[in-house]
Nanobody, 117 residues
Framework: QVQLVESGGGLVQPGGSLRLSCAAS????????MGWYRQAPGKQRELVAL???????NYADSVKGRFTISRDTIKNTVYLQMNSLKPEDTAVYYC???????????WGQGTQVTVSS
């Protein structure tokens, strides 16, 4: 079972930036996809960004042009660079890693992001 450890969350003002990190316990080449999801209070968990093994990325419409997902295959880490943050980006952000396109995958413990003045 892979271990995923997120870090980088915190409190930031609107318009600010944060970079989240997700460190995997093994090689990220083992995974078909890795992604970031978020869950705001009272809402369902939603997809934020995905990166597929070949490098293809997908983003939720609400974050396109502001967030960038990337990976470091040496450090076995996936990142989420978040720019131009808005209050509605406030949520717990979770990292997910899956070995196949239809498998649910493993989850990290989450990291809180709060965007507020």
């Amino acid at each position: 079972q892979v271990q995923l450890v997120e870090s980088g969350g915190g409190l930031v003002q609107p318009g600010g930036s944060l970079r989240l990190s997700c460190a995997a316990s093994g090689s990220i080449f083992n995974f078909y996809r890795m992604g970031w999801y978020r869950q705001a209070p009272g809402k369902q968990r939603e997809l934020v960004a995905l990166i597929i093994r070949g490098g293809t990325t997908n983003y939720a419409d609400s974050v396109k042009g502001r967030f960038t997902i990337s990976r470091d295959t040496i450090k076995n880490t996936v990142y989420l660079q978040m720019n131009s943050l808005k209050p509605e980006d406030t949520a717990v952000y979770y990292c997910n890693a899956a070995t196949g396109p239809m498998t649910p995958g493993s989850w990290g413990q989450g990291t809180q992001v709060t965007v507020s003045s």
